[in-house]
Each structure stands twice: as structure tokens, then as C-alpha cells.
């Protein structure tokens, strides 16, 4: 089955880019079945959906981060990735990566999650 | 952007209730809402795609129904693995968002 971990520091400096990336196992990043997903969650807050990314490379984000945010895919290493930049203490939180099957009545329901990594923003 | 409400925040309920949560769309999203449950420091995990159809594994006392912009998610017997925080998505649009969450705690 489809299994996702994120890694990436857990410590950025204000206005430098977070960088993280989900490394995908049990299927291929390059397979037509799946949207690609990060999502946030501030510390005790809810769920705040960043933005996903098709294999073909298009993308779509959440109005909120579309001018700081880029999603990426790298197939030779079967991962998707996540740029934020000029970021403050309010990006500080817990990042998910996770996946949607396409074409499903699933399409834009997400499982399987990554575990999380925590993000903090600091000097 | 569709804005999701769920009602209540918080919810305090006994091992045999039966539990229902709400979620409102801002405007009509059809049946493309998802429900998740999350533990402290885990993962949410998906419970119901497309309002009302149970993903694999899950136990048969979720269910979720609705359509249009109003859903619920009824529990029709807590158990104790069942406190948890419950969290509402749509993905109508190719922007998808979720709702604030309902802490389901002991009473």
C-alpha cells in the first residue's frame, strides 16, 4: 500500500524558505492515479489544506499561501516537495504530506497521510 | 473559497452515546465532503468519502450522511477509542478546506 513520510528541518529562520519533502513508497509519483497533497496544522489547531500537485506537474493552491507557496515533483526520486517562503512565526506547525486517488469518489479525499513533521519558525 | 462550519467545538458524551456532529458548506458542494478523526500527535485518518461511504476498515457504528451544503457524521454507539477529534473536508472545487474540527471528549 501507498506510504508517505515527510522529512526536512525542524527549525527555519523568519523570512528564509521552509523547504520539506513527502518520500512515497508503494506507488510511483509519476502514476496518473494520485494528487499529491500538504497540508498544515498550527500547534493544537485545526487542518489547513496548502496546495497539491498532479504528475503532469499542474498544481493548485490555497488562496492564502498562493504567492509564498511552490509544490514540486521529483520523479527520479519518487518524492514530492514543498517550498514556503518568506516565512514568519505564524508558518510554525505540524506538516502532512498526503495522497488522493484520482478519479474515484475519493478524488479529493486524502489518505494515506504522512506522519507530520513540526515546523518551527524562529530566530 | 467554500467555508465549512462544523457544530458543536466540543462535545462531551458517555461509552454507548450516540454522537452526531455538523458540518456546513458555505454553498453547495454536491457530496464531495470527507470526514477524518485525529489523536493527539497522529495523523488524521479518513472515515467517510463522498458524505456517506465508509473507507475500508472502518467500524460500521461511523456513518455520514447529507448533500447540498449540511452533513453529519453520527457515531451510533461511542466506544473508547472513539474520543478523538473530528474534522469535516470538501473537495467540490480544486480548493479544497476543512472545517474547525469537533473534540469529542469524556463526559
Known amino acids: 500500500q501507498v506510504q508517505l513520510q515527510e522529512s526536512g528541518p525542524g527549525l527555519v529562520k523568519p523570512s528564509q524558505t521552509l523547504s520539506l519533502t513527502c518520500s512515497v513508497s508503494g506507488a510511483s509519483i509519476s502514476s496518473t492515479d494520485y494528487y499529491w497533497s500538504w497540508i498544515r496544522q498550527h500547534p493544537g489547531k485545526g487542518l489547513e489544506w496548502i496546495g497539491y500537485i498532479y504528475y503532469s506537474g499542474s498544481t493548485y493552491y490555497n488562496p492564502s499561501f498562493r504567492s509564498r507557496v511552490a509544490i514540486s515533483v521529483d520523479t527520479s526520486k519518487n518524492h514530492f516537495s514543498l517550498k514556503l517562503s518568506s516565512v514568519t512565526a505564524a508558518d510554525t506547525g505540524v506538516y502532512f504530506c498526503?495522497?488522493?486517488?484520482?478519479?474515484?469518489?475519493?478524488?479529493?479525499?486524502?489518505?494515506?497521510w504522512g506522519q507530520g513533521t513540526l515546523v518551527t519558525v524562529s530566530s | 473559497d467554500v467555508q465549512m462550519t462544523q457544530s458543536p467545538s466540543t462535545l462531551s458524551a458517555s461509552v454507548g452515546d450516540r454522537v452526531t456532529i455538523t458540518c456546513r458548506a458555505s454553498q453547495t458542494i454536491n457530496s464531495w465532503l470527507a470526514w477524518y478523526q485525529q489523536k493527539p500527535g497522529k495523523a488524521p485518518k479518513l472515515l467517510i468519502y463522498k458524505a456517506s461511504n465508509l473507507q475500508s476498515g472502518v467500524p460500521s457504528r461511523f456513518s455520514g450522511s447529507g448533500s447540498g451544503t449540511e452533513f453529519t457524521l453520527t457515531i451510533s454507539s461511542l466506544q473508547p477509542d472513539d474520543f478523538a477529534t473530528y474534522y469535516c473536508?470538501?473537495?467540490?472545487?480544486?480548493?479544497?478546506?476543512f472545517g474547525q474540527g469537533t473534540k469529542v471528549d469524556i463526559k
Open positions: 473536508q470538501q473537495y467540490d472545487s480544486f480548493s479544497w478546506t
Open positions: 498526503a495522497a488522493s486517488l484520482k478519479g474515484s469518489p475519493k478524488w479529493g479525499a486524502l489518505d494515506p
